[in-house]
């Protein structure tokens, strides 16, 4: 498939003392992925991140806990055609409840060890989860 375009996003790897990361699902897909979402003109990817985890998870988290990973690209799982490219952060968080809001329909703890069965987002089945193998 010939690609089109290229979305620049902000993403976490929330990660809890159990090894468990965090992965939600937008109202209408099928693919789970990190939490995050696109800047707005102007504004860094941290800040993006911070404003997208309060907006979709009411989460709040400072800029000092966000520990960065590097910048992946993959291909785009609810935009056919697209790539996505994606400044990912690592945050620690042993909270059991995030509040869902605006476009997330579904909230999840996923276990890398376990075959558990959801869709992946390309970004995260190929380069983020192999980053929690060993961790």
């Known amino acids: 498939m010939k690609t089109t375009g290229q979305i620049n996003i902000a993403a976490a790897i929330i990660t809890d003392s159990r090894g468990r990361c965090l992965l939600v699902r937008k109202r209408g897909t099928l693919y789970f992925m990190q939490p995050g979402g696109k800047p707005e003109a102007g504004e860094r990817p941290e800040a993006a991140l911070i404003r997208e985890l309060e907006e979709e998870l009411h989460f709040t988290v400072a800029p000092d806990e966000l520990v960065p990973v590097g910048r992946f690209t993959d291909t785009a799982a609810n935009e056919p055609g697209h790539t996505v490219c994606a400044d990912i ?10 509040e869902p809001t605006a476009e997330i329909e579904e909230v999840i703890w996923f276990e ?12 995260t089945e190929n380069h983020l989860l192999p980053l929690l193998k060993g961790v």
Not at 89 to 98: C, G, N, Q, T, V
Not at 112 to 123: F, Y
């Open 112 to 123: 890398p060890e376990l075959h558990q069965d959801v869709k992946l987002a390309p970004l």
């Open 89 to 98: 952060f690592r945050i620690s968080a042993d909270r059991s409840a995030f």
